[in-house]
């Protein structure tokens, strides 16, 4: 498709809502235009102004933009293949890895709809969230098809795809994984019902690319689920409006996102903030997405000097763990030019401790503080790059309204009285 994509502003009238943060946004655009179209429309736009520059790492093997859309488009012809339409649910359950990628995106070319669960879900609970999105095909690891085994006793899904995380490495990172991890994982049956990811692709060369759609930006593109904070995890239907405004806002309240940086992808796809702000916002961006399948802080750490990522984001216990590992010692952190956190809370006393640890090691940032909900696909508001209040959450994002309200109407109460927050804005959930 063309690289020039019609955009639109957010055209819900909030004339009538007070938005006093407004005065605070200095050279912030508190309106933006929005693009109707899918989130693979919008990659592949990258792709064609950022050609050579790598989309995604993994493992120290890149994959240029170039080469990713071809790749997600020969998925999403594989996907066509073993029957998947579009409108139909496909569940992915995997870590932050390659395949996981390419199969969102070519779900979105397609016009299916990708529902992201944790792979280290109980059973019970992997098969409630099929269940509920009414997955027709799910994609996983060989490491978790024990798991998918007992799942199928409880209900019914036409195809179990398995990949390996041996298929994206380079062919020396292949051996070395299959002389260590890959002897722990156990053995898949020979007569298991399942099809694996090689033959799962070799179906793309019988489907031509009659099967791509045009999609629109108002158009259902993901299920993510719930935390449960409130009873049980609810399947969370959101548009490519949604995560396309959120890559646009974040790009334009970050202040800080340029093509051909890093990110430090660690933050898991089967979360918001981590399918939202370290995946599609950078390949919006033209940024490299640093795919890190598990994280713990001693990994993390390692990463931090192996990688010298430009843009790390990341929960407050984690950084709390950082700032005590002695493998940061003399770690220079100079290249960095934006530190998120999100996830949790990030106490008054662990951002002054984070500060101070990331200006030890040459950073001239601080750390910026989020807030959102998955219902909004992740933050709806962040902490400015040049102002930081003691215990604030930040400021709304562009075309985003807040409100406090009374618990159980939409009335809003005076200001420094106790509410229920009320937004709306172009990132809010379709149901």
Known sequence: MS????????????????????????????????PDASMYDLVERTAGLYPEVNAITFMGKGTKYKDIVRKIRETARAFAAIGIQKGDKVTLCMPNCPQIVLCFYALNRIGAIASLIHPLSSVGEIAFYIKDSGSKAVVSLDAFYGKFEEVRKEVSFETLVLTSVKDALSPVMKLGFALTQGRKIPKVPKNADVLY??????????????????????????ILFSGGTTGTTKGILLSNLNFNALA?????MGNCVQPGARMLAAMPMFHGFGLGVCIHTMLVAGVTAILVPRVSVESYAKLLKKEKPNYIAGVPTLYEGITRNPYMDGVDMSQLLGVFSGGDTLSIELKKKFDAFLAEHGATVQVREGYGTTECVTASCLTPYDMYREGSIGLPFPDTYYKIVKPGTTDEVPYGEDGEICLCGPSVMME
Do not use: H
């Open 3 to 34: 690289t020039d994509i019609k955009s639109y502003p957010f055209c819900e009238d909030m004339s009538n809502v007070k938005a006093p943060w407004l005065a605070f946004y200095g050279a912030v655009d508190p309106k933006l235009s929005y």
């Open 197 to 222: 990811w090689r033959a799962f692709l070799a179906g793309a060369k019988k489907q031509d690319e009659s099967c791509f759609v045009e999609r629109r930006g108002a158009d259902a593109a993901v």
């Open 248 to 252: 646009l806002q974040t790009c334009a």
